[in-house]
């Protein structure tokens, strides 16, 4: 009786190939999109650009986290921002100043001394 050859199981350590048409499509992308993340308005944003460019994208103040940002290539070959999606600002985990300042009053606050070269710090 003749055995069918058994197929060989990748490796698992090999690393991912991507087909050369995937990474000739990526290359070639004019447009993307990405959601702001949680910054501080004015910020200038690091971006990876699909062709490998690293762009830094000084946002406006009326940009907000959770906006979605739509990118567009020019004939010229540049990045530029084609439209702005205002998105749902995710919640800030910032504690109000009366919030804070009643925690620090309540009976479960603990005092914290620190010890510096320039005297004791009082937490």
Same mark, same amino acid.
């Given at each position: 009786?003749?055995?069918?050859? !058994?197929? =060989?199981? +990748?490796?698992?350590?090999?690393?991912? =190939? *991507?087909?050369?048409?995937? /990474?000739?499509?990526?290359?070639?992308?004019?447009?993307?999109?990405?959601?702001? %993340?949680? @910054?501080?308005? #004015?910020?200038?944003?690091?971006? +990876?650009? %699909?062709?490998?460019?690293?762009?830094? &994208?000084? !946002?406006? %103040?009326? &940009?907000? +986290?959770?906006?979605?940002?739509?990118? #567009?290539? #020019?004939?010229?070959?540049? *990045?530029?921002? $084609?439209? /702005?999606?205002?998105?749902?600002?995710?919640? $800030?985990? *910032?504690? $109000?100043?009366?919030?804070?300042?009643?925690? @620090?009053? $309540?009976?479960?606050?603990? =005092?914290?001394? !620190?010890?510096?070269?320039?005297?004791? &710090?009082? &937490?």
């Amino acid at each position: 009786l003749a055995q069918a050859p !058994l197929a =060989r199981a +990748p490796a698992l350590r090999e690393p991912r =190939r *991507w087909p050369r048409a995937a /990474v000739v499509a990526m290359a070639d992308a004019t447009a993307f999109t990405f959601q702001v %993340p949680q @910054c501080e308005p #004015g910020c200038t944003l690091k971006v +990876p650009a %699909p062709d490998g460019v690293s762009l830094k &994208i000084p !946002l406006p %103040p009326s &940009i907000l +986290p959770g906006d979605q940002m739509l990118m #567009g290539k #020019g004939a010229d070959g540049n *990045w530029t921002v $084609s439209k /702005v999606l205002r998105g749902v600002a995710p919640q $800030s985990h *910032w504690r $109000s100043a009366e919030e804070m300042a009643a925690d @620090c009053q $309540s009976a479960e606050a603990v =005092r914290v001394r !620190l010890e510096t070269t320039k005297g004791p &710090i009082f &937490i």
